[in-house]
């Protein structure tokens, strides 16, 4: 009988290992595969900047445990709109539980104390978890010491910045999964005339996408500076 919880999520299918450029990240995707056949860490914290693929190495992870016949469960926190505290009953329970943004709960003592009991239950039972933040675990405002020792307990992980030739690849993968063509050219004029960092070229590709399919046109330097000037 499959457990049921007070939240569920759908799975991104947009969000596989197979719709992420590992450029750079190749040895952190190999971390959670090993994680997830359970072979490897038992926890992985992953922090960095916004935009950097930490959501979606989650569902990525997520999917693959699925896969593998897993009961997998994943929750992005947001402090402007938490659950209740009944959320975490059963957790313990999975086998892999992802957490996004667990530094939107820092400070909350309820929710702290709520998570760390979960923590040492799934702990307990040698499940397997994957957060992530944008900031490292230990500059996190955490009040609890113990949450803070165990957020510290496993793998840290940084996504670092793409260099400029990885973020144009990252953005030709991406653009393909959408069924968008990209050339090498296009991609290092965007990167050099309107978005410079991810965040902004995913927004931007989510633009471009909607324009060719309106338009019927492939993307090319001249139809790009049409769409970005009209």
């Not at 994943?74 to 959320?87: G, N, Q, S, V």
């Amino acid at each position: 009988m499959s457990l049921q919880f007070p939240l569920q999520f759908e799975f991104q299918a947009n969000k596989g290992f197979d719709s992420f450029y590992p450029g750079s990240y190749s040895e952190i995707i190999e971390e959670l595969h090993q994680l997830i056949s359970g072979e490897g860490e038992r926890q992985i914290f992953l922090y960095g900047d916004e935009g950097y693929g930490k959501s979606h190495l989650l569902q990525a992870s997520c999917q693959l445990a699925h896969q593998k016949g897993m009961n997998p469960f994943y929750y992005p926190f947001d402090k402007r709109k938490l659950p209740t505290l009944d959320m975490f009953e059963g957790l313990e329970q999975v086998k892999l539980v992802c957490f996004d943004d667990v530094d939107e709960i820092a400070g909350l003592l309820d929710w702290e104390q709520a998570f760390l009991n979960f923590f040492q239950q799934h702990l307990e039972n040698n499940h397997r978890l994957i957060l992530t933040a944008q900031i490292h675990p230990d500059d996190i405002d955490i009040k609890l010491p113990d949450l803070k020792r165990h957020l510290l307990n496993g793998l840290v992980l940084k996504l670092k910045p793409l260099a400029d030739e990885e973020s144009v690849s990252a953005l030709i993968c991406k653009a393909s999964h959408m069924g968008l063509t990209i050339t090498p050219k296009v991609g290092h004029f965007l990167l050099s005339h309107y978005a410079s960092d991810l965040p902004s070229l995913w927004i931007l590709l989510e633009q471009l996408d909607k324009a060719t399919l309106s338009a019927q046109r492939k993307l090319t330097i001249p139809f790009l500076k049409k769409i970005m000037e009209g």
